[in-house]
């Protein structure tokens, strides 16, 4: 069964999407700015400060479902400047453990609203 997951503790969907979406064991995170929840602005226009409040999104909608950002599986980041790749794996490092999970890095050419980062997760339940 398919169940959506949405949180006022994490920004509010900006278009036609969800989330989070739970199938079976697995919780599908759709990507997170650096917004913070109860403005919806960016906490920062630093990569660094995006990339902690993306963070803390995705464990407020792991929370809302049941889980932890602790069981993630795969992560990917959209970074805007590969430049910050090193200060976002400081941030990432703070929330994760090792074994670490899969994970992607790409450069994109520009991220909604003008973000420096993006990250979406895949999470165990």
């Known amino acids: 069964m398919r169940t959506t997951i949405n949180t006022s503790e994490a ?8 989330q989070a979406v739970r199938h079976g064991g697995l919780l599908w995170c759709s990507g997170q700015l650096g917004l913070e929840p109860a403005s919806g602005a960016f906490r920062s226009p630093e990569t660094v400060a995006q990339a902690e409040q ?26 805007v400047d590969l ?4 200060a976002v794996n400081a941030v990432y490092q703070g929330f994760f453990e090792s074994p670490y999970p899969a994970r992607a890095t790409v450069q994109v050419a520009a991220l909604p609203k003008g973000g420096r980062v993006e990250i979406d997760a895949v999470v165990a339940i």
């Open 83 to 86: 430049a910050d790749f090193q």
């Open 11 to 18: 920004p509010a969907a900006i278009g036609p999407y969800s």
């Open 54 to 79: 993306a963070l803390r999104n995705l464990e407020a909608i792991c929370r809302e479902a049941g889980t932890s950002l602790t069981k993630a599986l795969r992560l990917t980041i959209y970074l």
